[in-house]
């Protein structure tokens, strides 16, 4: 994809089993591959710090980094702070200068918020603003984590960075519109800006076998998804470590699949927990019966099979979980049961 073409123009995007255990997640000892250590003037903004924010967050943390971040309310500015993070409530729709100015002074930005409905990314509807703010700061380098979701369904072809994108949904166009955005604003300003195209996020807390341990109701997006043929995803720990690979060996424009080897179907990939779980607790049964009928109710969706191969290649990734066999495994692994 070209950076800073002219833009296009889309619309407005205007477990039900009683349990004797309960469980916790260990301290993970999934650590990520190691890089060179960078310099201690680096400075990390995380532009949303959920679920994948707060992860790297903790891994830069722990390599040395100073590292501060936004989120959306000042209740999860105080879970933030309690974390031991310096952390600031932003409204995108009334952006605070000084946090602004905040942002300025750090030498590199992670931008993990993602689009509204109406809105289009909320951060770029100021996009005049920010880049007023951010001219002449110590700002080098950026990505925005951004979604498969952007090629479509394929059926069931393998689709790499230069696949024709063809977004099917308002938030998947509007992610589409996000990326070349920034892609132009970095190179406007002379930022490094790259694009992540993240794959399902699964990890620690976050996983099929989190979701049949809390026995809760699938959501409709996750019953959606359990008639797709392939889904691609990727553990928050090798998302972790190809955005240290890209800060070490940046490619100003740049976009990156960030997903593992074997996208494979939910029902697959929820049977493996199931007995990975059974085998923690032999005799419990987790299986969600009610929902498996969905399967058979309705005809499967291919969807797309999504390389990683650049990734590899240009960044050097090799990844720690390849398979969501050996993800899952290890957050099994590290999960300890409590009374």
């Known amino acids: 994809m070209e950076i800073c073409r002219s833009s296009t123009h889309f619309s407005p995007i205007n477990l039900r089993f ?9 301290t993970v000892r999934c650590e990520v591959k190691e890089f060179p250590e960078l310099s201690t003037g680096d400075q990390m903004f995380i532009l949303g710090m959920g679920f994948v ?11 040395g980094w100073v590292v501060r971040g936004s989120s959306t309310s000042t209740g999860k500015k105080k879970q933030l702070e309690g974390l031991g993070y310096s952390a600031y409530a932003f409204d995108a729709n009334h952006p605070q200068d000084e946090v602004l100015e905040v942002v300025k002074n750090h030498t590199h930005v992670v931008i993990s918020i993602p689009p509204l409905k109406g809105v289009g990314d909320p951060i770029l509807c100021h996009e005049g603003l920010l880049e007023s703010a951010l001219k002449g700061g110590r700002l080098r380098w950026l990505v925005y984590l951004s979604s498969t979701s952007v090629y479509g369904d394929s059926g069931g072809a393998w689709v790499d960075e230069d696949y024709p994108v063809k977004p099917e949904s308002e938030i998947a ?10 892609l132009c604003f970095g190179q406007n300003l002379g930022i490094a800006a790259h694009v992540f195209r993240l794959g399902g996020i699964y990890g620690p807390g976050r996983s099929a076998v989190d979701t049949i341990l809390k026995q809760g109701p699938m959501s409709k997006g996750q019953k959606a998804r359990l008639l797709k043929d392939y889904t691609s995803r990727v553990h928050v720990a090798d998302i972790c470590q190809a955005l240290h690979a890209s800060i070490l060996h940046p490619s100003p424009g740049k976009i990156y699949n960030i997903v593992d080897d074997d996208p494979a ?3 697959e ?4 927990a199931r007995k990975l779980v059974e085998e923690k607790l032999p005799g419990r049964v987790y299986a969600e019966r009610g929902e498996q009928v969905l399967v058979s109710e309705k005809p499967s969706k291919s969807t797309k099979r999504v390389s990683n191969a650049r ?7 090799t990844l720690r979980y390849p398979s969501y066999r050996s993800g899952l ?11």
Do not use: H, Y
Request: charged letters at 30%; glycine letters at 6%; a positive charge.
């Open 18 to 26: 009683d349990q004797t255990f309960t469980f916790r997640p260990a």
């Open 265 to 267: 179907p939910r029902e």
């Open 53 to 63: 924010g707060k992860f790297f967050a903790a891994d830069l943390k722990n390599k």
């Open 173 to 182: 166009r509007a992610r589409l519109a996000a990326e070349e955005q920034w």
């Open 269 to 272: 990939v929820f049977e493996f």
């Open 311 to 317: 990734m590899k290649r240009e960044l050097g990734v």
């Open 329 to 339: 495994g290890c957050i099994m692994e590290n999960m300890a049961p409590m009374s």
